[in-house]
């Protein structure tokens, strides 16, 4: 494999009206590209840092329980109903245009997020910052006009991993950020950097002089993202409402129905947002089919990964739950005792109180209801909760307590939990991971100039599926995770980088906003699927704390927002199997298997 990176244009290549730029400069060259890249970070950045502070977040919703994971999912949601309309609306209008439109809509949705309380504004801050995604998507469409073809390829690659700033500085920042600040210190660092890009992309970045003269097709862009918003849904609260409830089927059954009937109303549109023939052709629909199975694991290692780590150990709860039970009881004992003491008190008050009273009456005579009523009331004022209680040391109640009363057990248990921050999950699991990423991405990239894209997808796939299984079945601890996150970072580089250079040999130049629009929708579905289903799983998979307190029957209790290995476990056979049937597609798939071209055999 040849490391070298040649800007030459071919002597065979014909000159286009892209705009590319042929004979700029190397620095000219390599600013566009980094700027591009860099401006597509944010979307990457945005989720390892929100998927890995939802633990921090949680406390600022605290009724929101499972559905906390609508702040991802809600993410891959809008992501899939807008990267398509962008897309297209990228071939037509411009693609340096919409990615500033973008960028614009995410700044909006950064400081919603950073300045609410409310769930219901957050997640409307979060669904405007899912514009982000098309961000990718756009920039395979820039690379392939601007760079030079011998780039494309290793354009891509590098695009498919960035340039640092989500797989290095998103972790380490974010987790200094949220041990130092508080979680909105996050969005008001994406928010930052999102201004500080957009200047830089006017001036650095040119437009593509590509265009496509056509009318853009609401109705297909609507039936695509509300069919995918409709399944998600369903397949996110389908636990708690019941999966085969007919008010939850109703869902699934209208989204499935605006989705089969997305392509035949397109087949039949004077102008589709894509070509029907283009999208069923095996070069696109197979690398979709691959796009979507394969981002199962990808939208679920990161969540699964740093909500294990950050979760406390199981001894830590067991305590936790011991100590407030403990609390509880020794209330109890101290108001049980303090009550006997203020009954016992008053009753003496009252004997004396009498006796005294009759000693003053002719013998043989009792009080009358009214004397004793007076003599009662009197005491009862004399002797109050106040003064009694203060003539009864807590501690010499405690210490009558059996110190075995009470006894703590978790069933099911769980074996993961380090209590980490974000900061020290970033440098002891992710760090690693996204240094091999970055590599791999760009020999990823030189790899497939080369010799195509086909068997560095293949080589990813195996990797998913064995790293998936891995997760499930070796020890949780971090030591294991981060080993296997390492190989797993090759796994996500050669298939971001593997992807859109498929893409880009299938399709023509015109149709490539479009066709990378619907990879993203893929890949945004396959993320939000993903996460929905693990999530279901570990919604089934409660730990639970079982309370034995000595004379009563034993209580049992879910412990919040943490799940029994078992859910895991199962989550990650799920993303396993997933990725294993992408795999026989990339097998059988015909596409990619000689040296890519960049577009130009397209």
Not at 65 to 79: D, E, M
Not at 492 to 514: D, K
Request: a neutral charge; glycine letters at 8%; proline letters at 6%.
């Amino acid at each position: 494999m040849s490391t070298s990176v040649d800007t030459a244009v071919p002597p065979s290549s014909a000159p286009d009206d892209s705009g590319r730029l042929d004979g700029a400069s190397k620095l000219r060259i390599y600013s566009v590209l980094a700027i591009i890249v860099l401006f597509t970070e944010v979307s990457p950045m945005q989720y390892v840092m929100v998927s890995s502070a939802l633990r921090q977040i949680a406390p600022t919703f605290p009724n929101e329980g499972a559905n906390l994971n609508w702040a991802i999912i809600i993410f891959g949601v809008f992501g899939a109903a807008v990267s398509p309309l962008i897309g297209k609306l990228s071939d037509i209008y411009g693609k340096k245009k919409m990615f500033l439109v973008c960028g614009v809509l995410f700044l909006i949705g950064t400081a919603m997020c950073a300045i609410t309380s409310n769930w219901a504004v957050f997640l409307v801050g979060r669904a405007l910052e899912a514009s982000a995604i098309a961000t990718t998507v756009v920039s395979y469409g820039l690379i392939r006009d601007l760079m030079p073809r011998k780039l494309v390829p290793i354009g891509l690659g590098i695009a498919s991993t960035g340039l640092g700033v989500s797989a290095l500085a998103g972790p380490l920042i974010g987790g200094y950020i949220t041990d130092h600040t508080s979680w909105r210190g996050l969005f008001w660092f994406l928010f930052i950097f999102t201004v500080i890009m957009i200047p830089l992309l006017i001036i650095v970045v040119p437009e593509s002089k590509l265009r496509t003269p056509q009318r853009l097709d609401v109705i297909g862009a609507a039936l695509l993202g509300a069919g995918a918003t409709l399944t998600l849904v369903y397949l996110d609260k389908g636990q708690d409402w019941g999966w085969t409830k007919p008010s939850t089927l109703a869902w699934l059954i209208g989204g499935l129905v605006l989705l089969a009937v997305f392509p035949i109303v397109e087949m039949r549109a004077k102008q589709p947002i894509m070509d029907m023939k283009l999208l069923f052709t095996p070069k696109v629909s197979v690398v979709l089919f691959i796009g979507l199975l394969a981002s199962f694991i990808i939208g679920y290692q990161s969540y699964a990964t740093g909500y294990m780590t950050q979760s406390p150990p199981a001894s830590e709860v067991v305590s936790q739950v011991k100590d407030a039970t403990w609390d509880q009881v020794k209330q109890g004992a101290l108001a049980q005792a303090q009550a006997q003491a203020l009954t016992q008190a008053r009753a003496q008050g009252l004997a004396a109180a009498e006796a005294q009273a009759k000693a003053a009456m002719p013998p043989g005579m009792d009080l009358p209801p009214a004397v004793v009523k007076q003599l009662t009331d009197t005491v009862n004022a004399q002797v109050t909760p106040e003064v009694v209680n203060a003539q009864v040391p807590p501690e010499a109640v405690y210490q009558h307590l059996p110190p075995d009363m009470v006894k703590v057990d978790l069933d099911p248990s769980y074996s993961y939990g380090n209590n980490f921050t974000l900061l020290k999950y970033a440098t002891h699991v992710t760090l690693a991971q996204s240094l091999i990423a970055m590599l791999f991405g760009f020999l990823g990239g030189l790899w497939i100039r080369r010799s195509g894209a086909r068997w560095p997808l293949v080589t990813a796939l195996v990797i998913f599926t064995g790293s998936g299984l891995a997760y499930a079945a070796l020890s949780h601890g971090w030591q294991t995770q981060a080993l296997i996150s390492v190989v797993y970072g090759i796994a996500f580089a050669l298939y971001y980088a593997s992807t859109p250079n498929l893409i880009v040999e299938a399709v023509p130049a015109q149709q490539q906003g479009i066709s990378a629009g619907m990879l993203g929708v893929m890949q945004a579905m396959g993320a939000g699927i993903g996460l929905a289903v693990a999530t279901a799983f570990l919604a089934a998979n409660p730990v639970k704390a079982v309370v034995n307190v000595a004379g009563a029957p034993p209580v049992t209790k879910e412990i919040p927002l943490l799940y029994a290995d078992k859910g895991y476990e199962i989550s990650f056979y799920f993303v396993a199997i997933s990725a294993a049937v992408a795999l026989v597609g990339a097998l059988i798939m015909k596409h990619g298997r000689t040296a890519a071209t960049g577009g130009e055999a397209a």
